[in-house]
């Protein structure tokens, strides 16, 4: 059943992401907003890879969270596996949304770099879970590990619904910040921009989903292997 689930999700996620890129090429039109603003309409087609990688980390974030309190709530090493796999996964999608941000800088501004307030949430955020991963690996107790694991994810998706959806919206950050998303959020983006959006975004999380399974059940292996070697005596 597992092993049919995970197809479905790969051949679903598989479709939707080459549907949405072969629209992005052959029916999507360059964004005059973005062509009035930056000089070049097409760059606007970056937000089919950057907005969906950095919406689907903050998703995965706040549901390693959710994993962090089932575990606690029950001590179940499902959860813990779940919760890890999520976080590592999420931190992915977050560089990539970070890289892809940089290149549309490089794009727009002729700089690849340059501290807008965007830019710096981000950086946060990755700085917040590249430590959840160092402290996860430098704890050798299992038990230990999986409980601290689970407080970090709760104070993580705490820190990481601020650094994605209060901060970059106060008033002085909008002002101080040239990220288009007010393009984005004052409707900007036609038809056709927000139906391939929509795709992607979905094959995205799909993908996502599909990375989470694979990465907690190879975890949850590998724990069990563990067990079975202490029960054994060989370890």
Partial sequence: MRQHTGTLLLITASFLMVLAFG?????????????????????????????????????????????????????????????????????????????????FSRLAWGEWWSWDPRQTTMFLVLLTYTAYLLVREAIDDSDRRAAVSAVYAVLGAI???????VVPYLPTVIQASAHPSGIIAKGGLDFAYRTVLRLSLLGFLLVCIQLVRLRAAITLLKWRQQMAALYRGEA
Avoid: C, M
């Fill in 159 to 165: 820190a990481s619904v601020f650094l994605y959806w």
């Fill in 23 to 103: 629209l992005a090429f052959y029916w999507v039109p360059p964004a005059k907003e973005f062509a009035e603003r930056y000089g070049n309409g097409h760059i606007a087609k970056l937000i089919f890879v950057h907005v969906p990688l950095a919406i689907v980390s903050f998703v995965a974030f706040t549901t390693a969270a959710g994993f962090g309190v089932a575990y606690l709530l029950t001590r179940d090493r499902r959860w813990d596996a779940l919760g890890q796999a999520t976080v590592e996964v999420g931190w992915l999608y977050a560089v990539l949304a970070t890289a892809t941000g940089a290149y």
